[in-house]
T-cell receptor, first 110, second 114 residues
Framework: DTAVSQTPKYLVTQMGNDKSIKCEQNLGHDTMYWYKQDSKKFLKIMFS???????INETVPNRFSPKSPDKAHLNLHINSLELGDSAVYFCASSNGEKLFFGSGTQLSVL | GENVEQHPSTLSVQEGDSAVIKCTYSDSASNYFPWYKQELGKRPQLIIDIRSNVGEKKDQRIAVTLNKTAKHFSLHITETQPEDSAVYFC?????????????FGSGTQLTVLP
């Protein structure tokens, strides 16, 4: 019944590795997002997709690549992980203004 | 893009007292003003929002007030309880072009002391 679900919840990995985070929403929303929350709790938008099309791409290193196979899924692939990528990554969806967030993925790069 | 400032960054109140958090934004075309609450280790969740044609909105112990002229809006929590302890974010929505997205403030850590 979870509206926005993302996996994994925790991800611990070495520098230089490639990893993916998956997100799915069952709300029928047209728009999905990825947000990054750093250790100081700043929430910063990374990407936004509307009906599988990229509409927002903030200043994010091109090591981060979102993929939306359909409008219910928005996955995030990260290449060559760096220490500074450690953060909590939130997926979200909306059909207007209200955002529904997933439970977050705590990424730790060692 | 939208510049958003949120104050204070931390706020401690005694249980039963009121708390007020203020958010200032830069885009005069902003038309939607939500507040999100994030409990420790949890996801942010919308608690109240207001649109630009309304000056105030209440929902039980929480309220939001908007001053469009001064470009700020505030979250008011009355009769605070320990479960109100969380980080609160404002997230005004810009009015046009690529700014038509929510821009989150830096957050306010509210601690309600029993």
């Amino acid at each position: 019944d979870t509206a926005v679900s993302q996996t994994p919840k925790y991800l611990v990995t070495q520098m230089g590795n490639d990893k993916s985070i998956k997100c799915e929403q069952n709300l029928g929303h047209d728009t999905m997002y990825w947000y990054k929350q750093d250790s100081k709790k700043f929430l910063k938008i990374m990407f936004s997709y509307n009906n599988k099309e990229l509409i927002i791409n903030e200043t994010v290193p091109n090591r981060f690549s979102p993929k939306s196979p359909d409008k219910a899924h928005l996955n995030l692939h990260i290449n060559s992980l760096e220490l500074g990528d450690s953060a909590v990554y939130f997926c979200a969806s909306s059909n207007g203004e209200k955002l529904f967030f997933g439970s977050g993925t705590q990424l730790s790069v060692l | 893009g939208e510049n958003v400032e949120q104050h204070p960054s931390t706020l401690s109140v005694q249980e039963g007292d009121s708390a007020v958090i203020k958010c200032t934004y830069s885009d005069s075309a902003s038309n939607y003003f939500p507040w999100y609450k994030q409990e420790l280790g949890k996801r942010p969740q919308l608690i109240i929002d207001i649109r630009s044609n309304v000056g105030e909105k209440k929902d039980q112990r929480i309220a939001v007030t908007l001053n469009k002229t001064a470009k700020h809006f505030s979250l008011h929590i009355t009769e605070t309880q320990p479960e109100d302890s969380a980080v609160y974010f404002c997230a005004p929505k810009g009015g046009a072009g690529s700014a038509r997205q929510l821009t989150f403030g830096s957050g306010t850590q509210l601690t309600v002391l029993p």
